[in-house]
């Protein structure tokens, strides 16, 4: 009886894992996305238009009107995104001063899209910074 017990015992406990600490902690929490990472999830979509700042006052009234008489007629009640975009560069001062003007830039963007008979309350407005920005861009994005 003993011979046949044993076999039996030694299968039944092959299958088990060795108990230890590990066996009973919490697994720890995952560590919060850096800034790159949360960056580059920010926005997956692609824009309608790209206005780039390289000039003080850019001509971009005619493209914006076009690519937003396009959108409109694509779909109706369609909403809109104007993203102003500032470099992550210098001092804290010259950031901020960058985010000012890329808040600037936003709102003459905005601006234009109004005057193209697009309801206020069907556009939204933000400031972002990127990393590597090489001017400053107003970024116009259909949701």
């Known amino acids: 009886m003993r011979r046949l017990l044993f076999p039996v015992l030694l299968l039944a406990v092959c299958g088990c894992t060795l108990i230890d600490q590990t066996t009973f902690a919490t697994k720890p929490p995952a560590p919060p996305p850096g800034p790159v990472v949360e960056a580059a999830r920010l926005e997956k979509r692609a824009p309608l238009i790209v206005i780039a700042f390289t000039t003080p006052a850019p001509d971009?009234?005619?493209?914006?009107?076009?690519?937003?008489?396009?959108?409109?007629?694509?779909?109706?009640?369609?909403?809109?995104?104007?993203?102003?975009?500032?470099a992550i560069a210098g001092t804290p001062?010259?950031?901020?001063?960058?985010?000012?003007?890329?808040?600037?830039?936003?709102?003459?963007?905005?601006?234009?899209?109004?005057a193209?008979?697009?309801?206020?309350?069907?556009?939204?407005?933000?400031v972002r910074t990127e990393l590597g920005l090489s001017v400053p861009q107003v970024r116009v994005f259909v949701r």
């Open 60 to 86: 971009y009234v005619a493209a914006l009107a076009s690519a937003i008489r396009a959108a409109e007629a694509s779909r109706k009640g369609i909403g809109y995104d104007v993203i102003g975009m500032a």
């Open 93 to 114: 001062a010259v950031q901020a001063q960058a985010e000012r003007e890329a808040a600037v830039n936003a709102t003459t963007t905005m601006r234009a899209i109004l």
């Open 116 to 126: 193209d008979s697009v309801p206020a309350s069907r556009i939204r407005l933000g």
